[in-house]
């Protein structure tokens, strides 16, 4: 089944202590990226990634790395989380190129990280 | 860079009724407008979109609209069902990258 998988689902923290939520798809995909959704303000990009090894900021990229060392996996770090990054994030990818499906971003369930 | 305005915030029509979402967007380069629903405790989920190269699509009881000239397009959903209710975004790209969506319409759907 083609899916977008992220890990955690849920997670509870504390201020400083790094954490990484995985994301992995199987549709071979260029495009990934993260967003962070709270209410009344939709969902906002943090970062992208046209490809492997190429990443760009978001509109709010603050707080936040990522990595694209393969196609598939698209890991975003929280090296010093803040309660102001309580949110639900989500991870979603999608194929650029021409043809039956392009441009359709597929999203994963989501993460829901709350910071103490 | 592009911005996308969603109006309203919420909406709330009785069950048969139609609903309708508008959406505005700023950058005249974005050529690709999906919607999205999201359902509680899930991920959005596309339920249609639209390239620039057409005015109007629709599926079953979801048909969307873009005017390019006005930088517009709306969903519009007839014969509402309790199962309608639920969170919808909308989102302006540009070939299928950079994707920039509306703050959401929460529509519930009165039995």
């Known amino acids: 089944e083609a899916q977008v998988t992220q890990n955690p689902r849920y997670l509870i923290t504390v201020t400083g202590k790094k954490l990484t939520v995985t994301c992995s798809q199987n549709?071979?995909?260029?495009?990934m990226s993260w967003y962070r959704q709270d209410p009344g303000l939709g969902l906002r990009q943090i970062y992208y990634?046209?490809?492997?090894?190429?990443?760009d900021k978001g509109d709010v990229p603050e707080g936040y790395k990522v990595s694209r060392k393969e196609k598939r996996n698209f890991p975003l770090i929280l090296e010093s989380p803040s309660p102001n990054q309580t949110s639900l994030y989500f991870c979603?990818?999608?194929?650029?190129?021409?043809?039956?499906?392009?441009?359709?971003?597929?999203f994963g369930a989501g993460s829901r990280l709350t910071v103490l | 860079g592009e911005n996308v305005e969603q109006h309203p915030s919420t909406l709330s029509v009785q069950e048969g009724d139609s609903a309708v979402i508008k959406c505005t967007y700023s950058?005249?380069?974005?050529?690709?407008f999906p919607w999205y629903k999201q359902e509680l405790g899930k991920g959005p989920q596309l339920i249609i979109d639209?390239?620039?190269?057409?005015g109007e699509k629709k599926d079953q009881r979801i048909a969307v609209t873009l005017n390019k000239t006005a930088k517009h397009f709306s969903l519009h959903i007839t014969e509402t069902q309790p199962e309608d209710s639920a969170v919808y975004f909308c989102?302006?790209?540009?070939?299928?990258?950079?994707?920039?969506f509306g703050p959401g319409t929460r529509l519930s759907v009165l039995p």
């Open positions: 989102a302006a790209s540009i070939y299928g990258q950079n994707f920039v």
């Open positions: 549709m071979n995909h260029e495009y």
């Open positions: 639209i390239r620039s190269n057409v």
């Open positions: 990634s046209m490809n492997v090894e190429v990443t």
């Open positions: 979603a990818s999608s194929s650029p190129k021409g043809g039956s499906g392009a441009n359709v971003l597929t």
């Open positions: 950058d005249s380069a974005s050529n690709y």
